[in-house]
């Protein structure tokens, strides 16, 4: 059985024989450390864990020590959860109340009756144990609520879960990967959640939505008259974010020059504003996300590679929805649940042929496409049990609906042509194109068209669901 850990006491008195008859008196019940003066008193609280600490409130007779109200006062405002004890004599009464107003938990009158003195250290201990406990309950409490976010009880979920909680309290930076959809910006919230920083702002931007020649300043900031339309200063993403984190989505869009930017502020912590000269630092925890696979873009010379090992010091891989296994229906309660909440339904759940179709659906968008399927069904079915043909699905086989026409039924029909060709030839294009008896240059054509990565398919084979 492990053994409970006594409290940390430190004993901060200039009076030699009163700090060893206090130590010899109170170490069988207290972890003792002493002091003997301010200087002494710092170093030890840099270097342990002390709960709670007794002051001499005359500490500090000398014009080179600090005073025992400026020793409290450091204490409030560095260790705010250790409790202090000033320790004072008759004629310091009101000095002594002006410390509770400063912090401090109780005082004590000299000359010391230990049994006294004891009861009132044991009253101490017991508020700071349940602080304490309150501080760690509160975390767990975050921690839950920030995981409970992001669902899933796969394998591959449950350790995704386990490296949040372990990187969050750090300020490591990370780089999140994974397809669209798989929410890479909730895994950026969660590590910043329960982050030391969670008091400061949270600042996202997805660099593949804002135009080049803009994205700098939005970045950076600019001054006055900087460039065309520059009619005043203006803050960057990075100074905003000062104190908290910023989130940087689709970071492989970002442009050669951007990337040396990026490289020196990841080294520096500073940059300058467009049209400025003043170096700018600022204290930000950097994370960045993208659904590209980083090597190959290394390797076809899109991407800095030295970018590259700045960003992964710590990596996160978020498994499409298709990998997920049961994740897929518990997801899709979870929306349910919400969007019927929302929308005032009392949907009851989903037939048993439309979870059928769910687990074998390939799901191309992730999440974000179970969540927007599963939203519209609540929104416009009138039925008990979601079917196959409120989700979006024509059949129990699967087939989609084609509501938009034959133009429409045949753009749906080539998709799936491409998409079970990659999936048989594991995102093979040349193999691929062969199949489909069209050339590869005519194939990149189609991928872009129907908004597919040939990434996502090399794994397995294409469900026919699909």
């Not at 060709?421 to 990149?444: C, W």
Request: a negative charge.
């Amino acid at each position: 059985m492990q053994m409970e850990k006594k409290t940390a006491l430190l004993i901060v008195e200039d009076d030699l024989e009163l700090r060893r008859q206090l130590r010899w008196a109170l170490e069988d019940d207290f972890n003792v450390f002493e002091a003997s003066s301010a200087e002494e008193a710092l170093s030890v609280l840099m270097s342990e864990f002390i709960d709670i600490v007794t002051l001499d409130i005359s500490l500090g007779t000398s014009q080179d020590d600090r005073s025992g109200m400026e020793l409290l006062r450091h204490i409030q405002e560095t260790y705010p959860e250790v409790k202090v004890i000033m320790v004072t004599g008759h004629s310091e009464r009101e000095l002594a109340i002006e410390a509770i107003g400063c912090g401090a938990i109780d005082y004590y009158e000299k000359p010391i009756d230990l049994p006294e003195f004891r009861i009132v250290l044991q009253r101490a201990a017991y508020v700071q144990s349940l602080e304490k406990e309150n501080r760690r309950l509160a975390r767990l409490l975050a921690e839950q609520s920030q995981l409970e976010r992001i669902i899933g009880n796969s394998p591959q979920m449950l350790e995704v879960f386990d490296v949040i909680k372990k990187v969050a309290p750090t300020d490591a930076t990370v780089l999140i990967t994974g397809e669209s959809g798989t929410g890479k910006e909730l895994v950026a919230r969660a590590l910043h959640s329960l982050s030391p920083r969670q008091q400061g702002p949270f600042v996202a931007i997805n660099c593949g939505a804002i135009p080049d020649t803009l994205l700098e300043s939005e970045l950076f900031g600019h001054e006055k008259g900087a460039f065309t339309g520059a009619h005043a200063r203006k803050l960057g993403k990075f100074e905003i974010a000062n104190g908290g984190t910023i989130f940087l989505d689709e970071i492989a869009e970002l442009s050669p020059s951007l990337q040396v930017k990026i490289l020196r502020f990841l080294e520096s912590r500073s940059f300058e504003r467009v049209g400025g000269n003043e170096t700018i630092r600022v204290n930000v925890r950097f994370i960045a996300a993208t659904n590209r696979k980083l090597e190959e873009n290394i390797h076809d010379g899109s991407f800095r590679e030295d970018l590259y090992y700045r960003l992964s010091v710590i990596q996160i891989h978020l498994p499409p929805l298709r990998d997920r296994g049961d994740d897929i229906v518990l997801l899709a309660n979870h929306f349910l649940r919400l969007y019927n909440q929302q929308f005032k339904k009392r949907i009851w759940g989903f037939s048993d042929s439309c979870v059928q179709i769910m687990k074998r659906y390939r799901w191309p968008g992730n999440v974000r496409e179970l969540e927007n399927r599963v939203k519209r069904a609540v929104i416009l079915s009138s039925n008990k049990y979601l079917s196959p043909e409120d989700m979006g699905f024509g059949s129990a086989q699967g087939t989609p609906k084609y509501d938009g026409g034959l133009r429409a039924a045949l753009d749906e029909v080539e998709k799936r042509m491409v998409e079970h060709a990659l999936s048989l030839y594991d995102g093979n294009i040349s193999k691929a194109s062969a199949f489909l008896k069209v050339s590869r240059a005519h194939l990149y054509d189609l991928l872009k068209k129907h908004g597919l990565e040939r990434q996502n398919f090399r794994k397995g084979k294409f469900c026919e669901t699909n």
